[in-house]
């Protein structure tokens, strides 16, 4: 089917048993709430569409839905993205299973709509997954498999799905879309875990969601004596995510015949190369057409792909980048007054 990236990411989601989808327009992330927009009022998916007056909004709407037992959805870019950087930290703390597809836009100023990543390199530290597709299949794939990981009871974090600005999100491909029974068996729906309550409410345990019956708090003070606790929880369930990537990706794989590497990262011709290149998003496509161009020159030269930004897979890196002459690092952001995001993770 021909769809570029923001077509096929909508795609995924419609597939993909999603109760609630809230989202504000930005180009160029429009086109993908268009197109669920356009599902829902075609009578082809049941869910509920808000469309809300800015980004900040549109993830307040997702918190509250996926706090009530929804499983959730947005989408945005750049300038949107920031607009949200209060509220990812509070869905990520909350542990609340959000998917978010993030068109990777250059932020303002000067106004520039094209490709840069220091909107969502500006948003790694705020405890959320981040997973960068290289092409508009890849998208799609990552997409649905986020659901599956964000929801595991090892990990309970939200989500965000990368795609560069129009390279991707603009330019039509051919896609291989899965059959909707099969995404459908793929994701399942929503499991929501359960809690104790004391016993004056007379209740053993309940769905840890907003339930006026059962009433419980998301989000209290939380001081000296609890906070840590909370924060240690947060990267315990980092830490596991990386095997859960890696599981996911693994199964899905079988239902579609497409791998990225090992699901965090995506090596090519990198185990006998001297020197490695190490870079991500649809920038690492063009990278690979060069090392064959390379190798048929005779140099021994190979790329490693990062997928998952985090969690980091630091340790995969160490044994990958082992005995190499030397390693060289394509960045696509910058942190003004000291180096690219990817270096800096890389070389500590």
């Not at 096929?8 to 989601?13: G, P, T, Y």
């Not at 048993?17 to 356009?38: C, G, L, M």
């Not at 924060?231 to 369930?237: L, R, T, V, Y």
Request: hydrophobic fraction near 40%; include cysteine; proline fraction near 4%.
């Amino acid at each position: 089917m021909g769809l570029n990236g923001d077509e096929a990411v909508a795609w995924a989601v419609k597939q993909s048993n999603v109760d609630f989808v809230s989202a504000y327009p930005i180009t160029p992330q429009t086109i993908i709430v268009e197109r669920i927009s356009d599902f829902v009022n075609n009578g082809e998916v049941d869910l509920e569409f808000v469309a809300v007056e800015s980004e900040h909004s549109a993830l307040s709407a997702c918190i509250g839905a996926a706090a009530a037992g929804a499983r959730t959805f947005t989408a945005t870019a750049a300038n949107g993205l920031q607009l949200m950087h209060e509220v990812l930290y509070i869905a990520a703390s909350l542990r609340l299973p959000i998917v978010m597809a993030v068109a990777n836009r250059a932020p303002s100023g000067p106004i520039n709509i094209h490709c840069d990543h220091n909107d969502s390199m500006g948003q790694r530290d705020s405890g959320w997954i981040q997973i960068y597709s290289e092409d508009a299949q890849e998208a799609y794939d990552n997409t649905i498999q986020a659901f599956r990981i964000a929801e595991h009871e090892d990990v309970l974090l939200p989500v965000m799905i990368m795609m560069d600005a129009f390279l991707i999100t603009h330019t039509m491909q051919n896609i291989y879309i899965l059959p909707d029974d099969v995404v459908n068996k793929f994701v399942g729906t929503r499991r929501v875990e359960k809690v104790a309550l004391p016993k004056i409410h007379g209740e053993k345990e309940v769905y840890r969601m907003l339930n006026p019956k059962y009433p419980i708090t998301f989000g209290p003070l939380d001081l000296y004596d609890y906070y840590i606790e909370h924060k240690m929880q947060q990267i315990e369930a980092m830490k596991n995510a990386k095997k859960v990537i890696m599981d996911v990706h693994e199964e899905y794989a079988e239902i579609s015949g497409r791998k990225y590497g090992d699901g965090l990262l995506d090596p090519y011709r990198a185990d006998d190369a001297d020197y490695l290149l190490v870079g991500i998003g649809s920038t690492m496509g063009t990278a690979r057409y060069v090392v064959d161009e390379l190798r048929s020159e005779g140099h021994k030269v190979g790329i490693v792909r990062i997928r998952t930004f985090r969690p980091f897979p630091a340790e995969e890196f160490r044994k990958m980048l082992s005995g190499k002459d030397m390693v060289g690092v394509l960045d696509r952001g910058i942190s003004f007054g000291s180096f690219g995001q990817v270096y800096l993770d890389l070389a500590a």
